[in-house]
């Protein structure tokens, strides 16, 4: 199998192990993928946009369902007060630990059948493909605590 063979399936194959998952949680996949974006810290529309590669409106709509559900909020920028910054709330922290757990396991057996160092060594240039291409942060490593 190509690289590219390879990339593109392994990606369906997680993508879809994290839709799952999410619909477990009463989440879309795109809240569950906010969710985790949020759980080091707040951030802005600008930014969420930028990490998440949505438009604006687009952006706008899945802030106002998540809100909606009470999973985050919405809150002044104390570096700028004509902007907002988007926070998990109590019930969403809790329901992101969940999930962002849960994933992980999963997601984490997917390559069950690898001895170690060939887990290792498919995180290592997984790991290399993501810093080369400079991947936002839009799901902590398992071993990094939440910094809220």
């Given at each position: 199998m190509s690289v590219v063979t390879a990339l593109v399936r392994a990606s369906f194959l997680v993508n879809a192990?994290?839709?799952?998952?999410?619909?477990?949680?009463?989440?879309?996949?795109?809240q569950g993928q906010l969710l985790c974006v949020l759980m080091p810290q707040p951030y802005g529309m600008g930014e969420l946009g930028e990490m998440?590669?949505?438009?604006?409106?687009?952006?706008?709509?899945?802030?106002?369902?998540?809100?909606?559900?009470?999973?985050?909020?919405?809150?002044?920028?104390?570096?700028?007060r004509r902007a907002v910054r988007?926070?998990?709330?109590?019930?969403?922290?809790?329901?992101?630990?969940?999930?962002?757990?849960?994933?992980?396991?999963?997601?984490?057996?997917?390559?069950?059948?690898?001895?170690?160092?060939?887990?290792?060594?498919l995180a290592g240039l997984l790991g290399l493909v993501v810093t080369d291409n400079e991947v936002p942060v839009v799901f902590m490593d398992a071993n990094e605590p939440p910094r809220r």
């Open positions: 192990v994290y839709a799952d998952t999410a619909r477990e949680y009463g989440l879309t996949a795109q998440l590669g949505l438009a604006k409106s687009s952006l706008t709509g899945l802030v106002d369902r998540t809100a909606q559900r009470g999973l985050v909020r919405r809150e002044p920028d104390p570096e700028d988007v926070a998990l709330t109590a019930g969403g922290a809790e329901l992101a630990d969940a999930f962002y757990a849960e994933a992980c396991r999963r997601i984490e057996q997917l390559p069950s059948g690898l001895a170690d160092a060939d887990r290792d060594s």
